[in-house]
């Protein structure tokens, strides 16, 4: 129904934002990394946004950008997940992190959130893991590595052997992701260890 909003902000704080649209004021529940692009009070600001209505409340959720939406869409798409849920994890975690760690199955990674426990965060593992290939990201090249590393027998035991030397699941697959399906586990690791040293 309303699918973005510009106009003058006229009251922010870490989780709100209020915008003055022809004399009317909207209030957006707003993400972390959307509150740290807002402009002063007073200028113009965009958001593009999600309108939520439920029995007891009509709200209006606002995104610095189209890759937060569209993951805030697809969080809030698994079942008994709302959108204070969604809007904590897209606090927490970039909307490319959160398509990472659910193509490598790193649940763990989602339960930096508030309010996400291991539970949850396996349900949107599991509920979203055929989904994320769809969602465009400025690093779906990389969504699809850790894929395919993931269903790979010899990239699958190096990302443990890379998890058990401290790495998240989510970096160990996206390493072993972008190398050759072709290599040795062994080979897969010593070459992950050297892009993961070099901070790629």
Do not use: W
């Not at 009317?24 to 593009?48: D, Q, R």
Request: net charge negative; proline share 2%.
């Amino acid at each position: 129904m309303i699918a973005s909003l510009r106009g003058k902000l006229i009251f922010s704080d870490n989780s709100t934002a209020i915008v003055e649209c022809g004399g009317v004021g909207f209030k957006c529940f707003i993400t972390k990394a959307a509150f740290y692009k807002l402009p002063s009070l007073g200028e113009e600001v965009f958001f593009h946004t999600h309108f939520a209505v439920r029995e007891d409340a009509m709200d209006l959720y606002g995104f610095a950008d189209i890759e937060e939406l569209n993951a805030f869409k697809l969080i809030t798409s698994v079942n008994g997940v709302g959108p204070k849920i969604g809007l904590a994890l897209l606090s927490e975690l970039s909307a490319g992190s959160i398509m990472l760690a659910v193509a490598g199955n790193d649940a763990k990674a989602l339960t930096a959130a508030s309010g996400v426990g291991l539970k949850l965060a396996q349900r949107i593992v599991l509920e979203l893991k055929d989904k994320v290939g769809g969602i465009a990201t400025a690093n779906a090249s990389d969504i699809k590595a850790v894929g395919n590393a993931v269903a790979s027998t010899a990239s699958s035991e190096a990302i443990e052997a890379l998890v058990s030397l401290g790495y998240t699941k989510s970096e160990a697959a996206l390493a072993v992701g972008r190398l050759s399906p072709e290599l040795a586990s062994d080979e897969m690791i010593k070459q992950a260890l050297k892009s993961l040293a070099r901070g790629l």
